[in-house]
């Protein structure tokens, strides 16, 4: 299954550059029908993964995956899937 990746430890303090890149690698997905998508926004304190949540949870972008899946062994990674 191919998967695509996002890290977001590099950008964590730039809200604009953030969503850029979540909505550039949620439309990359869909245009390559990708099923998952592994997003980092790493452990912290946990603002980070909130905002990424938050994101995900626009009607707009809500409606173009499947589910989501917060990793449980790992507080510090979001799993995206798709469904084509």
């Known amino acids: 299954m191919a998967k695509l ?5 590099a950008i964590y303090n ?5 969503d850029r890149e979540l ?3 949620i439309n990359e997905a869909v245009e390559k029908k990708i099923e998952l998508v592994e997003i980092i ?4 304190s ?3 993964k909130k905002k990424v949540l938050r994101f995900l949870n626009q ?7 499947h589910r989501i899946e917060k990793d449980d062994k ?4 979001i799993f995206v899937h798709f469904r084509f």
């Open 5 to 9: 990746k996002l890290d977001l430890h």
């Open 14 to 18: 730039d809200s604009a550059k953030i």
């Open 23 to 25: 909505e550039r690698i």
């Open 41 to 44: 926004p790493g452990k912290g």
């Open 46 to 48: 946990g603002q980070l």
């Open 59 to 65: 009607p707009h972008v809500k409606k173009v995956f």
């Open 74 to 77: 790992n507080f510090g990674r």
